[in-house]
């Protein structure tokens, strides 16, 4: 299976602040790496396909850079929405994985 | 809008068998090509993929299934065209079953061929215990 390995595990960040989280994959996936937003008891979001490509409807304030087994969400500016635990996760093969999750708090 | 939304017991007896539906509203199941797929989360632990089954219009290739292979002899994931709804099946479970499970549908990018998990349940708790 394909590691993926995110960090930091949490972060603590006030509004208005640029926010980067880091995901690392045990072996080259191309661009093959999805990014995810998670509140408590709701449906996780989709931000970010392909690397770097944005969901429809997802704010501009995020974005995704990245190939190979490194790559970055960044939230440009924090909005009190964007309080949430993000996650990574390939679809380069089966079984598809997850990161373990960064949860951003409020500093 | 489609939506997706888990139904099932939310209590299991250890060596049962966990049965949950996730019932698609707001468009065809069987429209385009999509992976319905499972997903779970323990208690303080990361998301887990399951596995998933594939519909799409073109018949030959509808109800192809993938498992994850720590899971594989005990998961049947199936889907229901009449009902518009897909299904997960566990069997012997056990207490390291016990997990929040979501439904979803792994959408895949026009271009690159990018599959992604664009339309989520909001989850259901499953607990097995006696």
Not at chain 2, 49 to 57: A, M
Not at chain 2, 70 to 83: F, G, Y
Not at chain 2, 94 to 100: F, K, L, Q, S
Request: hydrophobic share 30%.
């Amino acid at each position: 299976d394909i590691q993926m390995t995110q960090s930091p595990p949490s972060l603590s960040a006030s509004v208005g602040d640029r926010v980067t989280i880091s995901c690392r994959a045990s072996q080259s996936i191309s661009r093959f790496l999805n990014w995810y937003q998670h509140k408590p008891g709701k449906a996780p979001n989709l931000l970010i396909y392909a690397a770097s490509s944005l969901q429809s409807g997802v704010p501009s304030r995020f974005s995704g850079s990245g190939s190979g087994t490194d790559f970055t969400l960044i939230i440009s500016s924090l909005q009190p929405e964007d309080f949430a635990t993000y996650y990574c996760q390939q679809s380069y093969d089966t079984p598809y994985t997850f990161g373990q999750g960064t949860e951003l708090e409020i500093k | 809008q489609v939506q997706l939304q888990e139904s099932g017991p939310g209590l299991v007896k250890p060596s049962q068998t966990l049965s949950l539906t996730c019932t698609v509203s707001g468009a065809s199941i069987t429209s385009g090509s999509s992976h319905w797929t499972w997903i779970r989360q323990p208690a303080g632990k990361g998301l887990e993929w399951i596995g998933h089954v594939y519909t799409s219009g073109r018949a030959y290739a509808s109800g192809t299934t993938n498992y994850n292979p720590s899971l594989k002899s005990r998961v049947t994931i199936s889907v229901d065209t009449s009902k518009n709804q897909f299904s997960l099946t566990l069997n012997s479970v056990t207490a390291a079953d016990t997990a929040v499970y979501y439904c979803a549908r792994g959408g895949i990018s026009w271009t690159g061929g990018y599959w992604y998990f664009d339309l989520w349940g909001r989850g259901t708790l499953v607990t097995v215990s006696s």
